[in-house]
């Protein structure tokens, strides 16, 4: 009688970060912990209210832990020399404080003569919404990177790098393609149109709603994928089914 053979593991399986619940215990803790008072490594210091209950839903799966995130952010900024800290904000707005009037009151103030000849470069900038999120498994990230795409986040990706005796650091990197960029000075000398300023701030706030709607679509579809009791208890959180 042939002995029954023990099935080998799935292949996305093994690759897997041996040391992911020890990472994953310290970067949920550190996103708890983050607030004004208690910044993080961020130029802002504390994670976007905005997607403060998509990470909550995304680090109570056990698969799952975010390691960096924005919701999207409309900039002005100057360049002033080379290196870190190098960088001048004049303006930047989230979602939720983000304004066509704001924008437009902060061009024209930035249009003034005196203006100009402090900041030579500046660029006027949309930054969508971006999620790193490391995986247990391979496997995992799969279905996470699935799921974005789905989500009509197409421009996401799946990254992999060995780490020795610790095994893999698995990362997927949720992202679309709605940026937006573009001078505002060169060389001190303004070259967007005054009359322009109300036209790039509807484009902008376009782009603002677009990306709320697809955040939108990623946390419903992350929930009807992951779904918890009602407690929201980790160990209760499981696969829906398969994409």
């Not at 210091?45 to 998509?54: K, N, V």
């Not at 677009?210 to 955040?215: E, P, Q, T, V, Y």
């Given at each position: 009688?042939?002995?029954?053979k023990?099935?080998?593991?799935?292949?996305l399986?093994?690759?897997?970060?041996?040391?992911?619940?020890?990472?994953?215990?310290?970067?949920v803790?550190d996103?708890?912990?983050?607030?004004a008072?208690?910044?993080?490594?961020?130029?802002k210091?504390?994670?976007?209210?905005?997607?403060?209950?998509?990470l909550?839903?995304?680090?109570?799966i056990p698969?799952?832990?975010?390691?960096?995130?924005c919701?999207g952010?409309?900039?002005?900024?100057?360049?002033?020399?080379?290196?870190?800290?190098?960088?001048?904000w004049?303006?930047?707005r989230h979602?939720?404080d983000?304004?066509e009037?704001?924008?437009?009151d902060?061009?024209?103030?930035?249009?003034?003569?005196a203006?100009l000849?402090e900041?030579v470069?500046?660029?006027?900038?949309?930054?969508p919404?971006?999620?790193?999120?490391?995986c247990?498994t391979?496997?995992?990230?799969q279905?996470?990177?699935?799921?974005?795409?789905?989500?009509g986040?197409?421009?996401?990706g799946?990254?992999?790098?060995?780490k020795?005796k610790?095994?893999f650091?698995i990362h997927v990197?949720v992202r679309?393609?709605?940026?937006?960029e573009?001078p505002?000075t060169?060389g001190g000398?303004?070259?967007?149109?005054?009359?322009?300023?109300?036209?790039?701030?509807a484009?902008?706030?376009?782009?603002?709603d677009?990306?709320?709607?697809?955040?939108l679509?990623?946390?419903?579809?992350?929930?009807v994928?992951?779904r918890?009791?009602?407690?929201g208890?980790?160990?209760?959180?499981q696969?829906?089914?398969?994409?």
């Open positions: 009688m042939p002995r029954n023990i099935a080998p593991p799935d292949a399986d093994v690759i897997s970060d041996l040391k992911f619940d020890l990472e994953k215990v310290a970067a803790h996103l708890c912990s983050s607030s008072e208690n910044p993080d490594s961020s130029k210091g504390t994670f976007d209210a905005e997607i403060r209950d998509l909550e839903v995304l680090n109570r698969h799952f832990v975010s390691t960096s995130s919701s952010r409309v900039i002005l900024f100057s360049q002033e020399g080379s290196g870190k800290g190098a960088c001048r004049h303006f930047v979602q939720n983000f304004t009037d704001s924008l437009v902060c061009l024209r103030d930035f249009a003034e003569p203006k000849a900041n470069d500046a660029v006027l900038k949309f930054e919404f971006i999620l790193h999120v490391r247990r391979l496997a995992d990230a279905i996470l990177h699935a799921l974005s795409v789905q989500a986040f197409r421009n996401s799946i990254t992999i790098r060995r020795g610790e095994g650091a990197a679309c393609t709605l940026h937006f573009m505002v060169l000398e303004l070259i967007v149109s005054p009359a322009s300023f109300l036209k790039l701030a484009e902008l706030r376009g782009k603002m677009r990306n709320a709607a697809l955040i679509r990623f946390f419903d579809a992350l929930k994928k992951f918890s009791d009602g407690d208890n980790a160990d209760a959180i696969a829906d089914g398969d994409l």
